[in-house]
C-alpha cells in the first residue's frame, strides 16, 4: 500500500452498512505512549454523493491507527485534497481530550469505524 501523506483522499466501497466514502488524511500524528500501534491517522471522512442525500453524514474528523486504515481495503484516489473547514475544530477537541485521556483511537476498519460514529451523529 502507498504511504500515508497529508492531503491524500482514499477510497473505499460500501461495506455492511456503511456507503462508499472518500476518506482525506489530515494530520498524522506518532505517540510512543501509545501501546498497540503508535501512529494514528486524523481522517475527514465523507460519503458518496447519492449516500450523503440519503441521510449519511460527513465526519469532520476522526482518528484511526495506521495499522486498521492499511486493512481498511483503501484505493488512493487523489493527492493534495483539502479538508473542510471544520476538520481543524473537531481534530483540535479530540486531541485536547486524548491527551487527558478522556478519549481514544478506532482500531477497526474505517468503514466500521465512520458506522459508528454515524450512527451517533444520525440519533442526534
Known amino acids: 500500500m502507498d504511504s500515508l501523506k497529508l492531503g491524500q483522499a482514499w477510497v473505499c466501497s460500501a461495506v455492511g452498512s456503511a456507503p462508499p466514502l472518500m476518506c482525506i ?3 498524522l500524528d506518532f505517540f510512543s505512549e501509545v501501546d498497540e500501534e503508535s501512529q494514528i491517522v486524523s481522517l475527514c471522512i465523507v460519503p458518496h454523493p447519492e449516500a450523503k442525500n440519503a441521510g449519511w453524514p460527513k465526519v469532520d474528523h476522526i482518528p484511526i491507527f495506521e495499522s486498521a486504515f492499511h486493512t481498511s481495503g483503501l484505493k488512493l484516489a487523489k493527492d493534495n485534497v483539502a479538508l473542510g473547514p471544520d476538520f481543524e475544530k473537531g481534530y483540535s477537541k479530540w486531541r485536547m481530550a486524548f491527551d487527558q485521556g478522556k478519549a481514544s483511537v478506532f482500531s477497526m476498519p474505517v ?3 465512520y458506522e459508528a460514529v454515524a450512527s451517533i451523529v444520525l440519533k442526534h
Open 25 to 27: 488524511v489530515g494530520k
Open 111 to 113: 468503514s466500521k469505524a
